[in-house]
């Protein structure tokens, strides 16, 4: 038996009436029932509830006011009884409200039987009053008791669906994605399509925990757009459905959200792919230079992604084609590096290189002829171009890619 509060003890002449009627709970039972179906259905919708649940659910809520107003039991905060009728209401979909309205029928209900025993023993006006106090009393206690379990198990539950659909999202983005069969199933839970094409972005998440494109999902969601987002350690993850929508489109939902890094994989075909799309665009967020806020996509960066994900023969590379003119002063080195970057965007064309640098056509000439003493092979023909384009590019990458 709990101890009882003594803020609630009640008198000799109200526990003689809950004792009373506690003899006659199946009757109480029955009005109470009756209330809840006639005297405001709209208010009481119990639909999910088989009659027999609620039946029994009526008779531990009257038992237990009752014994608390017997002085059985104390009140408590966490009363057992009204914590298991809130989680099993909450279970089956029924309201708040309709249980608390349900509660104030119930007080109602005692108290017009305690009336009635009172009526019946001849009970002094003043130990009635003291038994009306004390039956309002105690159901606004099992009210909050309700109300407290209720909102406790609604958060669990919250948590329960949010943990359950960050598992389904990591089961995504690791071996099982390529599983059809559960790839599907995991779009059903996530409310996202199974036959349709995906995108995946990827965004830096900073110490302050504020993502790189924070409100993705509500942009998106504001133009029709479905997709999950999952928050890792360091990184936002999302996985947008196109449907009917173009990749042109959706990155130009996201382009303006971006306040640091970003960037989207290649479109895949179903959600069973969006494993490697994943993979993708961290290949290409790895291409992004930290300080400079943007969303890339894979697409705009293959030459750099490939460097990425290579980065021993980046490096090798780097040192074969510009070895030489790396170890010069830097003064020099910068000097050479802007004007063959300029000479080999300009189409290797020295008269359109010297209108960019401001200079001689002649000095451009000579630079370049500089850079080729200093690195030992020709400027000219296609594989010089290539690989002297991609080492260019791979001193542009972040020293750390992700």
């Known amino acids: 038996m709990r101890a009882q509060d003594p803020r609630y003890n009640t008198s000799p002449v109200t526990r003689a009436l809950a004792e009373a009627l506690l003899r006659e709970v ?9 209330a809840i179906f006639t005297d405001n259905p709209a208010w009481t919708d119990y639909s999910p509830v088989p009659h027999d649940d609620l039946r029994e ?13 017997g002085g059985h039991v104390g009140p408590s905060s966490d ?31 005692v108290w017009e039987a305690m009336l009635e025993q009172a009526d019946r023993a001849e009970v002094p006006p003043d130990a009635v009053l003291e038994a009306g106090t004390a039956t309002w009393t105690v159901i606004d206690h099992l009210s909050s008791a309700l109300s407290t379990a209720y909102r ?22 690791g071996a099982r994605a390529h599983d059809v069969a559960f ?13 349709s094409p995906y995108l995946a972005v990827v965004a830096d998440i900073n110490p ?8 993705a999902r509500t942009a998106l969601a504001a133009v029709g757009i479905r ?3 999952l928050s890792r350690v360091d990184t936002l993850v999302g996985l947008v459905a196109l449907e009917h929508r173009s990749e042109a489109e959706v ?3 996201l382009r303006p959200l971006a306040r640091g890094r970003a960037a989207a994989s290649p479109t895949v075909a179903e959600i069973a792919e969006v494993s490697t799309a994943h993979t993708l665009a961290l290949l290409a967020l790895g291409t992004a230079a930290p300080g400079r806020p943007g969303l890339v996509s894979l697409e705009d960066r293959l030459p750099e992604s490939l460097l990425t994900r290579s980065p021993d023969l980046a490096d090798l590379l780097v040192a074969r084609s510009l070895g030489g003119v790396l170890q010069r002063p830097a003064r020099e080195r910068d000097v050479l590096l802007r004007t063959l970057a300029v000479w080999l965007e300009e189409d290797r064309s020295a008269a359109h290189a010297a209108a960019r640098l401001h200079c001689h056509r002649n000095t451009v000439l000579n630079r370049l002829q500089r850079v080729s003493s200093l690195v030992g092979r020709s400027l000219h023909g296609r594989r010089a171009y290539v690989e002297l384009s991609l080492a260019l590019t791979a001193l542009e990458l972040p020293d750390e890619p992700l």
């Open 26 to 34: 199946e009757t109480l039972i029955g009005r109470l029932l009756a």
């Open 57 to 69: 659910g009526c008779r531990d809520y009257l038992t237990r006011v009752l014994e608390v107003l």
């Open 79 to 109: 009363d057992d009884v009204a914590a298991t009728i809130a989680r099993h209401r909450l279970a089956q979909g029924v309201p708040l409200e309709v249980m608390l309205r349900t509660f104030r029928l119930g007080g109602r209900i």
């Open 152 to 173: 406790d198990s609604e958060l669990d539950r919250v948590r329960r669906d949010e943990q359950r659909r960050t598992a389904l999202l990591e089961d995504l983005l």
């Open 183 to 195: 790839a599907t199933r995991a779009a059903r839970e996530l409310e996202l399509p199974a036959a």
């Open 208 to 215: 302050d925990g504020i993502a790189a494109l924070a409100g």
């Open 227 to 229: 997709s999950v987002w």
């Open 251 to 253: 990155l130009a939902r």
